[in-house]
């Protein structure tokens, strides 16, 4: 296969996410090597990267004395207390070989459900990623409990690429891909190399399937995180990283399935906000504003003529011009502090807002038009 036209190459955002399996070995051990090399060819994209890495509960139980997977809650947020300096460490190092500086981001469930920390989450690695930082992510595991974890990095890392609007989702796992069977047990498996939509047949072919070794999730998990992220526009592929090189074995034709996604990542977000009910206030925006969102650019305070209805940050907002409403969209600021900045300048509002400005009133990736 053409390194030139294969998709780990292309210049998009790029979220690998590394199942523990890959990166600790039998003596739980960070597997060094392994990184630095996978690292080092990450490092020759021209596009940016976003890692999603597991490994900190399995790196951290020896610590705790700790033969298994952790049985109880508190064991294993203890665990990913040790662990995780551990494994942010590494990365950190493999990164600055490179030359890079790498980033730790911890999430939990609830930073992407709550619209105001959506909003956070979002801001802070498109900064990073901007600047040319490669943000390491992780699920908080020290203070996630059952009813507020993704379960597995799988679907953590679907809903950052679904965040971000990344352009590829890589599952790096044991398994090189989707099979009609499990082929450690049935000779008769084929591999599966591409799914153009993830039927209740599909699903059906992960089974019971659960995690094995140090991991958490299995081939349902994996089919989870993809129609996640296919759904939101997002291609994914399922990949082999057992090998010493994954991704140039991947750019050399080695088997994997692709998940074809539906639309496209920002359409699919547009749609979404447009569905969206029930605004808490609205914006009353001049003709200059309204003419520059249409050209696609973000509403900025100086194109704020007025403030209806009392709104936090992230809260649906509707946007209105003389003749009516234009748009709607979800508020980067309170609506106290919209009326303070209304009109302003940039500069005008870092000065108003004692430089906590949070850029634009409404990102242009966070509006639709009507």
């Not at 995780?84 to 609830?110: F, P, Y």
């Not at 998940?259 to 605004?279: C, D, E, I, T, V």
């Amino acid at each position: 296969m053409s390194t030139q036209h294969h998709p780990l190459s292309a210049d998009g955002l790029l979220i690998v996410k590394i199942g523990s399996s890959l990166l600790i070995d039998q003596h739980g051990e960070l597997k060094r090597k392994w990184m630095a090399s996978l690292v080092a060819r990450l490092a020759q994209r021209s596009g940016p990267v976003v890692v999603v890495s597991s490994g900190a509960i399995a790196l951290g139980r020896g610590a705790l004395g700790l033969d298994g997977r952790p049985r109880l809650l508190a064991q294993a947020q203890a665990a990913a207390a040790v662990g995780q300096i551990h494994l942010a460490a590494a990365w950190s190092e493999c990164w600055h070989a490179e030359g890079r500086v790498a980033a730790q981001i911890l999430l939990t469930l609830g930073d992407l459900e709550q619209r105001r920390r959506y909003l956070n989450a979002r801001a802070t690695l498109e900064t990073l990623i901007e600047r040319g930082i490669v943000p390491v992510v992780n699920e908080n595991d020290t203070v996630a409990t059952e009813e507020i974890r993704f379960g597995d990095n799988d679907r953590l890392a679907a809903r950052v690429a679904q965040l971000l609007g990344a352009d590829l989702l890589l599952l790096l796992s044991d398994v090189d891909g989707l099979y009609t069977a499990d082929p450690a047990s049935d000779a008769s498996a084929r591999h599966i190399a591409e799914v153009e939509t993830i039927t209740a047949d599909i699903e059906a072919l992960a089974g019971g399937a659960g995690g094995r070794g140090v991991g958490t999730g299995g081939m349902a998990s994996k089919l989870q995180a993809a129609r996640i992220a296919t759904e939101a526009g997002i291609p994914v592929m399922l990949a082999s990283g057992l090998g010493d090189d994954p991704l140039g074995d991947l750019e050399s034709g080695a088997k994997a399935t692709r998940f074809l996604a539906h639309g496209q990542p920002m359409a699919s977000r547009k749609q979404w906000l447009r569905g969206l009910q029930k605004p808490a206030g609205s914006l009353q925006l001049d003709a200059g504003a309204v003419e520059a969102l249409h050209s696609g650019a973000s509403l900025l305070a100086v194109g704020v003529v007025a403030v209806r209805g009392e709104f936090e940050r992230g809260d649906l907002v509707s946007l209105e011009s003389g003749t009516g409403v234009v748009g709607q969209g979800l508020c980067a600021y309170s609506a106290a502090n919209v009326r303070s900045i209304a009109g302003l300048n940039s500069e005008q509002v870092a000065q108003a807002l004692d430089n906590a400005s949070r850029g634009p009133v409404v990102h242009r990736n966070d509006l639709v038009l009507f």
